[in-house]
């Protein structure tokens, strides 16, 4: 019975490989050398055997044909073609844009190339200063830092505080809450001074015209807020009500918003996985900008204002040539969502908050990562360097504390904790003087060096 079987088999084999010669001698192949050779190339076959002529390849393309099937030439080319068109979707395009974006583009070159020159000029006078003077400077700032205790304390809302940040005189503080209001507190006894009532759910963030308190008048925009309903509002320091609003998000949620260092523009981090440039002079939207696969939840703009950094919810980071509209940089490094971004004073260095727990160092002329800090033992909310000097930066996480860190090494210096609930946002005041943390126990906190207490 097993001889029987045997041979039943070795007969079915025998038969089915002259069904195969059979169907073999019925494909067309071409006659083109250069097309059988495409077509053996395309199937992952080698294109050339030795010894092998013209007449024998078509041969061996016949013999594999009749094997995998007689479409599989094409199965195979509707295959690349179709990741190919996946590869193109993820690319970053270009295309033309409004004569107000070129108007934008020469302002910003123009605005930006004179700063560059001058920072430039700054660090270089740095690095003639005497290692010794620049040691003890770094020596006072850090002693500074390591006795910083909580100055004060106030309940700011009745929903947690999202957001807060210092006005450019270091005078005002202002947080925006879950709550839909936005309030304006005097610096450092916490007295209120102003309610922003015009929102109605959730405001991601309320942000400082840069000469606001400095140099404007307080009956034009000096304050900028945006919401979870795809809301952007402009505020003066004289109204409860909001002076203008800037529409074209709806029904997107707004997470966070920047001011160009000039002032006149506007970005916007949008949940469509776009960012927006508003041209506040020119009352219009100039750029909207593409290149995230999921949404972009925080932007900061260097201080030159020729580039600005965004990160979004799919872990990437990108920094964006404002004067050409290309990217310059991709930031490749984190596994989870970035939700904080800023840039370092000295123009190169960005450091990006990640839902990793950890905050990464990035420098802008290497185009690399310089550092990892493994911060945090909860998500990293926000990140903020001093802002002159940038001789250290400060992160805020959901394990309920902040913590400060040198530029040079980036070890930890100070630890502040006292927030019941996870810190949602942090601000360093541009004298130095205090720092302010916000929460979601509904409070926000003034830290400062014990000697000023």
Same mark, same amino acid.
């Given at each position: 019975?097993?001889?029987? @079987?045997?041979m039943s088999?070795d007969?079915?084999a025998l038969l089915?490989?002259?069904?195969?010669?059979?169907?073999?001698?019925s494909i067309n192949?071409?006659?083109?050398?250069?097309?059988?050779k495409r077509n053996?190339?395309?199937?992952g076959?080698p294109? /050339?055997l030795f010894g092998?002529g013209?007449?024998e390849? &078509?041969?061996?393309?016949r013999d594999?044909l009749s094997r995998?099937?007689?479409?599989?030439?094409?199965? &195979?080319?509707?295959?690349?073609?179709?990741?190919?068109f996946?590869k193109?979707?993820e690319t970053?395009?270009y295309h033309e844009?409004?004569?107000?974006l070129?108007i934008?583009?020469l302002?910003?070159?123009n605005?930006?190339?004179?700063?560059a020159?001058?920072?430039?000029?700054?660090?270089?006078n740095?690095?003639?200063?005497?290692?010794?003077?620049?040691?003890?400077k770094?020596?006072?700032?850090?002693?500074?830092?390591?006795?910083?205790?909580?100055?004060?304390?106030?309940?700011g809302?009745?929903r947690?505080i999202?957001y807060c940040q210092f006005s450019p005189?270091?005078?005002?503080l202002?947080?925006?809450?879950?709550?839909?209001?936005?309030?304006?507190?005097s610096?450092p006894d916490?007295t209120?001074?102003q309610?922003l009532?015009?929102?109605? /759910?959730?405001v991601g963030?309320?942000?400082f015209?840069?000469k606001a308190?400095?140099?404007?008048?307080?009956?034009? /925009?000096?304050m900028?807020?945006c919401?979870?309903?795809?809301?952007?509002k402009?505020?003066?320091?004289?109204?409860e009500e909001p002076?203008? @609003?800037?529409?074209?998000?709806?029904?997107? &949620?707004?997470?966070?918003l920047?001011f160009?260092?000039?002032?006149?523009f506007?970005g916007?981090?949008?949940?469509d996985c776009s960012?927006?440039l508003w041209?506040?002079h020119?009352c219009?939207e100039?750029?909207?900008q593409?290149?995230?696969?999921?949404?972009?939840?925080?932007?900061s703009?260097?201080?030159d204002g020729?580039? /600005?950094a965004t990160g979004g919810l @799919?872990?990437f980071g990108?920094v964006w040539?404002?004067?050409?509209g290309?990217?310059i940089m991709?930031m490749?490094?984190?596994l989870k969502?970035?939700?904080g971004?800023?840039?370092?004073p000295?123009?190169?260095h960005?450091?990006?908050?990640?839902?990793?727990n950890t905050c990464?160092?990035w @420098?802008?002329r290497?185009?690399?990562?310089?550092?990892?800090i493994p911060a945090?033992?909860?998500?990293?909310?926000?990140?903020k360097f001093?802002r002159?000097?940038?001789?250290?930066?400060?992160?805020?996480?959901y394990?309920?504390?902040?913590?400060?860190?040198?530029n &040079?090494t980036?070890?930890?210096?100070?630890?502040?904790?006292g927030?019941d609930g996870?810190?949602?946002?942090?601000d360093i005041s541009p004298?130095?003087?205090?720092?302010a943390t916000?929460s979601?126990?509904?409070?926000?906190?003034f830290?400062?060096p014990e000697e000023?207490?």
């Amino acid at each position: 019975m097993e001889l029987e @079987d045997a041979m039943s088999r070795d007969k079915q084999a025998l038969l089915e490989e002259f069904e195969r010669r059979r169907k073999a001698r019925s494909i067309n192949v071409s006659t083109d050398d250069a097309e059988v050779k495409r077509n053996l190339r395309q199937l992952g076959e080698p294109i /050339c055997l030795f010894g092998e002529g013209p007449a024998e390849r &078509r041969c061996r393309l016949r013999d594999i044909l009749s094997r995998i099937g007689e479409d599989a030439v094409i199965r &195979r080319e509707a295959e690349e073609e179709r990741k190919q068109f996946e590869k193109d979707l993820e690319t970053t395009w270009y295309h033309e844009g409004p004569e107000s974006l070129r108007i934008a583009r020469l302002w910003i070159a123009n605005y930006s190339l004179p700063r560059a020159k001058a920072r430039l000029e700054e660090a270089r006078n740095m690095s003639d200063l005497p290692t010794a003077t620049k040691t003890a400077k770094k020596q006072e700032i850090q002693k500074k830092l390591q006795i910083m205790t909580i100055y004060s304390s106030q309940i700011g809302d009745t929903r947690p505080i999202a957001y807060c940040q210092f006005s450019p005189n270091s005078k005002i503080l202002a947080t925006a809450s879950w709550s839909g209001l936005c309030k304006v507190w005097s610096v450092p006894d916490c007295t209120l001074k102003q309610t922003l009532k015009g929102h109605t /759910c959730n405001v991601g963030a309320i942000i400082f015209h840069p000469k606001a308190t400095i140099s404007q008048e307080e009956n034009i /925009c000096n304050m900028a807020s945006c919401a979870s309903d795809g809301s952007v509002k402009l505020w003066d320091f004289k109204s409860e009500e909001p002076i203008a @609003d800037i529409e074209g998000h709806m029904p997107h &949620r707004v997470s966070r918003l920047g001011f160009h260092p000039s002032g006149r523009f506007l970005g916007t981090c949008c949940y469509d996985c776009s960012w927006r440039l508003w041209d506040l002079h020119q009352c219009t939207e100039v750029l909207h900008q593409e290149g995230h696969v999921k949404p972009v939840y925080c932007i900061s703009f260097q201080i030159d204002g020729s580039v /600005c950094a965004t990160g979004g919810l @799919d872990s990437f980071g990108r920094v964006w040539d404002l004067r050409t509209g290309r990217c310059i940089m991709f930031m490749e490094g984190h596994l989870k969502a970035i939700l904080g971004i800023d840039f370092s004073p000295n123009g190169y260095h960005i450091a990006t908050a990640s839902e990793d727990n950890t905050c990464k160092i990035w @420098d802008l002329r290497k185009r690399s990562v310089l550092y990892t800090i493994p911060a945090h033992t909860n998500l990293i909310s926000d990140v903020k360097f001093q802002r002159d000097g940038g001789d250290y930066l400060i992160t805020a996480s959901y394990d309920n504390t902040a913590k400060l860190w040198t530029n &040079r090494t980036w070890q930890p210096l100070k630890t502040l904790s006292g927030h019941d609930g996870k810190i949602m946002a942090v601000d360093i005041s541009p004298d130095n003087q205090y720092i302010a943390t916000c929460s979601y126990d509904r409070t926000f906190k003034f830290w400062a060096p014990e000697e000023l207490k």
